[in-house]
């Protein structure tokens, strides 16, 4: 048989497999199928009737290596035909009983088409690594995606590699002992207050593993969803692992829309045990557990809550700090609530910039109008009676993106991203 060499072909798929991070067995198959289109481009240069070709016209053609002898073999699949009308693909059953007497029509052998070294050519040699480097990346692509597909949602531990344009490139594994791959901290994603430097650590949240033959990390991490800081929470708080407390929702803004108002998070905790008090086991002896989250997500703001099954208590619970008169009800199919608050506490309630009443929309799924009232009882059940006819002073519905169901309740969760 003839055999066209590849010096140094075991070294070569050793240093693939180490440099793409991939298994030999997978550098194999790539180098199979580019030598494969080298081939290909071999034949067309020969015929150059591009109508003779069609798209599945090589699906009988392979391409076998061998290591030892540092090279590769053409092989082809071929019919025994009476008379040949296609050579690629046909034999004659005359030719072929001259070394195998028991041959019949319609059997097929396989045979060695592998051409000269000098007649591979230049430009099938240049095809063929082209066409090598492509398969490195699909292959990569799809062991990325094997790899983390199930990691999605999840918290890893990342470092920062590089920039590129207003995105952080970092390394991430999904395992130790695993090798590290890039993903994509996109702008949007980032907090105002991390320092990304070179070979800085940081947790980070797994949010989307693209497929297809995208450019760039396939993985794309963040530090601003809400996933994350139910995740640190998780982490710090015990009764949380032993699901003793529950997180039934969480609202965060990494992001404000505006830069006098800095990231906010609200996160609302429930226990069935009486004995517990979920709001203080997330807090713990003198803030400790709040404040090592405080400091992973660099000093930003974060209130505890108690969730509710009623409404209106949940409603006042996550507009806290502020102090409210009373939740009205509106309409409970469309969710629509409304909420009188004594006049020294409106700023309070609506936040700087919306950004109170606004989290509070999206964590109990409520749309919110928030009233002004004064605080003689007199003049407030007057305006509690006329409340559905009075001015709204400011107004927040929780129509956001993305909806979660939090795995630990099986109440129903809204975590906005």
Known sequence: MAIVNLPGLGKMIDDISEGHNLPPSAVKAALQEALLKGYERYRKAQILDRDHFSDDYFDNFEVQLDVEEEGFLVLATKEIVEEVTNPDHQIGLKEVKEVAEEAELGDSVVLDVTPQQKEFGRMA??????????KLRDQQRRMIQEEFQDLEETVLQARVMRFERQSVIMAVSSGYGRPEVEAELPRKEQLPNDNYRANAAFRVYLKKVREGVSRGPQL??????????????????????????????????????????????KIAVDTLDRDVDPVGACIGARGSRIQA????????????????????????????????????????????????????????????????????????????????????????????????????????????????????????ANIDD
Do not use: C
């Open 125 to 134: 040699a240049i095809q063929t690594k082209q066409v090598l480097m492509q």
């Open 220 to 265: 794309i991490i963040s530090r601003a969803s809400a996933g994350l800081a139910a995740y640190l929470f998780e982490n710090e708080v015990p009764e949380i692992q032993d699901e003793v407390v529950r997180i039934v929702a969480v609202a965060r803004e990494a992001n404000p829309p505006s830069r006098n108002v800095g990231s906010r998070t």
């Open 293 to 412: 989250v405080v400091n992973e997500l660099r000093g930003e703001k974060i209130d505890v809550i108690r969730w509710s099954p009623d409404p209106e208590i949940y409603i006042q619970n996550a507009l806290s700090p502020a102090q409210i008169n009373r939740v009205i009800l509106m309409d409970t199919e469309q969710r629509h609530a409304q909420v009188l608050v004594p006049e020294n506490q409106l700023s309070l309630a609506i936040g700087k910039d919306g950004q109170n009443v606004r989290l509070s929309a999206h964590l109990t799924g409520w749309k919110i109008d928030i009233k002004q009232v004064k605080e003689n009882e007199e003049q407030m059940e007057e305006d509690t009676a006329q409340a559905a006819e009075g001015e709204t002073v400011e107004e927040f519905s929780p129509d956001y993106e993305e909806t979660v169901e939090a795995q630990t309740s099986p109440l129903e």
